[in-house]
């Protein structure tokens, strides 16, 4: 079992920039890729893959927020942090991570980012 928390949401403007952090715990060692997605209440359940980081190394972003989010993060400790830059009102949506092993993809509870105009 992992299990993953996410932090760092809230409401913003737009414009401004917000750090979300997720942290692991339990059977780590397992994770092989983790990632960031994010949903909007409301609309549908589907939820939006933001970027991805395997290995520590292998990093990609979604062409919705190439250029304004980045993500970093440390490999051994199974963490991963989301840069948001130059936020906009449709950022807002809950934002979810995600880290996986071979047979099972673990989901924290989510951070909600709420950006005003």
């Known amino acids: 079992q992992v299990q993953v928390v996410e932090s760092g949401g809230g409401l913003v403007q737009a414009g401004e920039s917000l750090r979300l952090s997720c942290k692991t715990s339990?059977?780590?060692?397992?994770?092989?890729?983790m990632g960031w997605y994010r949903q909007v209440p409301g609309v549908g359940t589907q939820r939006e893959l933001l970027?991805?980081?395997?290995?520590?190394?292998?990093?990609h972003y979604a062409d919705s927020i190439k250029g304004r989010f980045t993500i970093s993060g440390d490999n051994v400790k199974k963490t991963l942090d989301l840069q948001m830059n130059s936020l906009k009102p449709e950022d807002t949506a809950v934002y979810y991570c995600?880290?996986?092993?071979?047979?099972?993809?673990?989901w924290g509870q989510g951070t909600q980012v709420v950006v005003s105009t």
């Open positions: 339990g059977d780590i060692s397992s994770v092989y890729i």
């Open positions: 970027a991805t980081m395997s290995g520590g190394v292998n990093i």
């Open positions: 995600n880290g996986r092993n071979l047979a099972v993809a673990y």
